[in-house]
């Protein structure tokens, strides 16, 4: 199977690439827009079969995760970088016990994008608050108490790659109507000034780490992906 997803890594590679210089070619009046078929027919599964796209429901960010395997199994055999450390970075989440106020060893977990909350709030800044923000968990068992006690949650950015994506949590379920609702109230984004993700670093504080990677956290918008459509699994992406 790793031979194969290098294959077909190599084929999406080369399809990709000629997108993008598709992409990049003015567009005259008379042309309708890009052809995008010989890229998509380049995706193969695992076994070698083409991918029935007409049957196959995936959002914008399970896609870029599927593209990012295949060109990472690519580039892996000529041991580049990979593709995917370039995006999303790594959380760091601990657990404290609300008991005996002794924290666990916090674990790491690593993210391609990140997925926040948007019902009830009118920005991103506020998102990411509500995301950031400690939370306190159903009883668990303390390995110091001995016993099942609360716990306080902290999540925190232990660091971030050159490129960080926001998957927007716009569609949400409805426990009593048992079906999902997309939000679509306004929404804003930082536009004119940075994004600034060092308030949740976990070496906040830290004067010499504050002084040497402050500004090293600092995100500017590039892009926004806008999917048209009343549900989850119907529209397209502009």
């Not at 003015?26 to 027919?41: L, Q, W």
């Not at 989440?93 to 924290?103: G, R």
């Amino acid at each position: 199977i790793e031979n194969m997803e290098r294959c077909i890594g190599g084929d999406i590679c080369r399809e990709y690439k000629l997108l993008l210089q598709k992409l990049g070619t003015p567009v005259k009046r008379t042309d309708i827009g890009v052809n995008c078929s010989s890229f998509f027919e380049a995706w193969k599964d695992p076994h070698g079969n083409k991918v029935d796209w007409e049957n196959v429901q995936s959002d914008s960010s399970e896609f870029l995760v599927r593209l990012l395997n295949y060109l990472d199994a690519y580039y892996g055999a000529f041991n580049v970088r990979k593709v995917s450390a370039l995006f999303g970075g790594e959380l760091m989440i601990s657990h404290t016990c609300n008991h005996c106020n002794i924290a666990a060893e916090p674990r790491g977990t690593k993210f391609i994008t990140l997925e926040i909350p948007v019902q009830g709030y009118d920005c991103l800044e506020q998102s990411l608050d509500s995301f950031f923000a400690d939370s306190v968990g159903e009883p668990a068992y303390c390995m110091y108490c001995k016993q099942n006690k609360p716990f306080t949650e902290k999540t925190l950015l232990d660091h971030v790659n050159d490129i960080i994506i926001f998957d927007l949590k716009r569609v949400v379920y409805c426990a009593d109507e048992q079906r999902c609702h997309k939000i679509r109230s306004e929404y804003d984004f930082p536009i004119d000034t940075p994004l600034d993700l060092w308030k949740y670093n976990t070496k906040k504080g830290i004067p010499t780490y504050d002084t040497l990677f402050g500004d090293s956290m600092r995100f500017t918008l590039k892009g926004i992906i806008f999917h048209e459509g009343p549900s989850l699994t119907s529209g397209h992406y502009s």
